[in-house]
């Protein structure tokens, strides 16, 4: 019955012009991306490890279909966990690499270190600029869920996560582009054991602002989507310039202490559970580096 027929959305030339444009450019990426992954092997095995990375912050964010609630101590236990993982792989997967690869390369100690100081800080600039530019909101502030409307705050909370892997998957790439396959898939395991409980801790935030379960879950699935994008970036920029590999190395670790710092830290002691924060963080930390040790 023509009254019941679904009526479509009537779109202007312009409208049909910009999708046409999307949708080429889409294509476009995608036909270059799997010409970059036949051609260069780092680029591809960056992108199956971003994958992973992606489908552990999806185990984690399916639990939140049946939970009802997730509680502040070990909400804030996984993020403590999560900030000792990232932590030392900063430390033994990124930064010590770079080191050993500046030094191989016949830079001085004062030299090599100096670099990686410098790019390390640029890393932790480019977060902060980040930051300033693109609309987000912490998506565990108190504070923060107060304010303006429930759709709005969830999109930036999934602009929040978004910006959070992005340091997570640019590391991965990185390391896939040095070339070393062991250490690179300890990073790799390192960050997706820390982006399950991650995926969860998305999913909760979205449902607590209002979100039904399967588009909370959906919304943090689709997030983890960062990390094989910037893994492949990573990857293909930094693969073909041995000058700038160390940098790049430096660089994500800069980023990646930044969000440490500035986001999850901070957030696993707002609600008075330092001590048990701090454990989680110690004990993915040691995690971490044991995976480090045994895998590179």
Not at 28 to 42: D, G, H, P, R, T
Not at 181 to 205: H, K, N, R
Request: hydrophobic share 55%; glycine share 10%.
């Amino acid at each position: 019955m023509k009254g019941t027929l679904l009526q479509l959305p009537r779109l202007n030339g312009r409208q049909w012009l910009g999708a046409l444009i999307v949708l080429l450019g889409s294509s476009y990426a995608v036909q270059q991306l799997i010409l970059l992954m036949q051609q260069q092997q780092n680029v591809r095995y960056a992108f199956y490890a971003g994958m992973v990375a992606a489908g552990a912050t999806a185990a984690g964010a399916i639990p939140a279909l049946f939970f009802q609630r997730l509680s502040q101590k070990l909400h804030d236990v996984m993020l403590g966990f999560g900030a000792g993982v990232m932590l030392a792989a900063c430390m033994f997967s990124l930064i010590v690499p770079a080191l050993a690869l500046l030094i191989d390369s016949g830079a001085s100690p004062w030299r090599s270190s100096g670099s990686v100081a410098l790019a390390i800080l640029l890393g932790g600039a480019l977060m902060l600029l980040i930051e300033r530019l693109v609309p987000h909101q912490h998506f565990i502030k108190e504070e923060d869920r107060l304010r303006s409307l429930k759709l709005r705050r969830s999109w930036l909370f999934v602009f929040a996560i978004v910006l959070h892997n992005m340091p997570e998957g640019l590391a991965i790439g990185a390391s896939f582009a040095s070339g070393d396959i062991a250490a690179a898939t300890a990073l790799t395991v390192g960050i997706s054991v820390q982006d399950i409980p991650e995926g969860l801790v998305v999913a909760m935030a979205l449902l607590s602002v209002g979100y039904s379960r399967l588009l909370a879950v959906s919304m943090a699935i689709l997030s983890g989507l960062t990390e094989p994008l910037m893994a492949v970036i990573g990857a293909a920029v930094l693969g073909d310039s041995s000058l700038l590999l160390p940098w790049g190395l430096a660089l994500a670790a800069g980023a990646m202490l930044f969000v440490i710092s500035h986001e999850m830290i901070p957030e696993s002691h707002r609600q008075g559970h330092e001590l048990a924060a701090t454990n989680g963080l110690m004990l993915g930390f040691v995690l971490m580096m044991l995976l480090d040790t045994a895998l590179g």
